[in-house]
């Protein structure tokens, strides 16, 4: 897995990667751990590129990205 979709919970991670799969896109839940006086933990998928395309289907189906990374 090489990229990272952010999102604000668990369940709209289990919903995010239900409306992926759907177009065929295969994705894990992974929790993303608090940073010491950042805020609380938060939940988002890991995924095999298309990342650019698996945003776009998660907006268009109002699912609130809230970050994004390319993993190394």
Do not use: F, W
Request: with cysteine.
């Amino acid at each position: 897995m090489d990229n990272l979709i952010k999102l604000s919970s668990v369940t709209q991670a289990m919903k995010a990667r239900d409306i992926l799969r759907k177009h065929g896109i295969s994705s894990k839940i992974h929790r993303i751990p608090a940073v010491k006086g950042k805020g609380a933990c938060s939940y988002g998928l890991l995924i095999n590129n298309k990342l650019d395309k698996a945003v776009e289907i998660l907006r268009n189906n109002n699912i609130k990205v809230t970050g994004r990374a390319d993993i190394q």
